[in-house]
């Protein structure tokens, strides 16, 4: 399928909405493949699949190919360790092809749900380092250099620092399998259960610190952190030595920017600024729902991140 970038479209100053022949093309994307609007966004972000697949079909190729006509020059696909090889192959071709950059993928440890590390177990450690071993076979076929890592439950029958310190233990082998291939783990505090051992941005600071490794680093999911310890701008700052990887979605709701309480566009500029600044590039995955249904929710989302991008530098 021959496709060109017709149409660039900046979707009004204050990034209010697609045109109409960017709508259209969105409803007719098989039928109109020569007319597209491809916005410039300032920063990579990474959809995921089945975002889009209203418009684009469930074919996660074709996925990919709409993505791209969009102007978003990332993906992010969690469960990239578990699809068929021929099928991950296949995918990084079209993204080469493409020219997309590969995101995160979670590194699947397996165990049965005994992962945590902060146990200390010889036999959890296992399972992690075999994880890590996959994950590398996993990133060579697919051009990733990101994965995602959380080691697990609080143990709440030993002391806090002896758990922090199984942690920093068994991040430190897995660095070891994961840096001579160029693969950083990027441990991810959440917000999801009280029960996680990895909540906050600064315990993950310290733990990045002493593992001190580049092949172990920070993803800075600001949907979690809002509700774990909200001050995003500051602990962006804080963190930022160790930042690899951002994810977002709003709150409440884990939908697409604009349609809850935090201030994107602000964050976005802020983080804009620094990495120029430092001569970075960092990939936002957009790891939220749509708020939405359809077409018209996917049309939405990419709305939303035209508004959300459109801060003055």
């Not at 074709?62 to 995918?91: C, H, P, W, Y």
């Not at 092949?215 to 509700?227: E, G, N, P, S, V």
């Not at 030595?241 to 809850?260: C, W």
């Not at 729902?289 to 939405?300: L, T, V, Y």
């Amino acid at each position: 399928m021959q496709r060109r970038n017709f149409v660039k479209s900046t979707l009004g100053a204050a990034g209010l909405g697609l045109t109409a022949a960017a709508e259209s093309v969105a409803d007719n994307w098989h039928s109109q493949p020569a007319f597209l609007a491809k916005n410039n966004f300032k920063l990579k972000y990474a959809p995921h699949f089945g975002m889009f697949e209203n418009s684009a079909g469930k074919d996660p190729i074709d996925q990919l190919k709409f993505m791209s006509d969009m102007g978003f020059t990332a993906l992010e696909d969690n469960g990239m360790m578990g699809r068929d090889v021929a099928l991950q192959e296949k995918i990084a071709k079209e993204m080469t092809r493409l020219g997309m950059t590969m995101g995160v993928f979670v590194l699947d440890k397996g165990g049965n749900g005994q992962n945590t590390l902060a146990a200390g177990k010889p036999e959890y450690i296992e399972i992690f380092l075999n994880g890590c071993r996959k994950a590398v076979e996993t990133a060579k076929r697919v051009n990733a250099k990101f994965t995602t890592v959380v080691p697990g439950d609080f143990e709440r029958n030993l002391p806090i620092g002896i758990q922090t310190g199984h942690v920093i233990d068994a991040l430190r082998r897995g660095a070891d399998i994961l840096a001579p291939a160029g693969l950083t783990m990027v441990l991810e505090p959440l917000s999801d259960t009280p029960n996680l051992f990895l909540r906050t941005s600064d315990q993950t600071y310290e733990i990045c610190r002493a593992v001190n490794s580049p092949a172990c680093k920070i993803l800075f999911d600001i949907y979690h952190m809002q509700k774990n310890e909200g001050h995003i701008i500051p602990h962006i700052n804080w963190c930022w030595s160790e930042i690899g990887y951002f994810q977002m979605g709003d709150n409440p709701g884990r939908k697409e920017p604009t349609t809850g309480e935090i201030n994107y566009k602000n964050i976005f500029k802020h983080i804009y600024q620094k990495q120029k600044a430092e001569n970075k590039e960092f990939i936002f995955g957009m790891e939220h729902g749509n708020s939405q249904p359809g077409k018209d929710g996917e049309m939405a989302v990419i709305k939303a991140y035209v508004e959300s991008d459109s801060f003055t530098v």
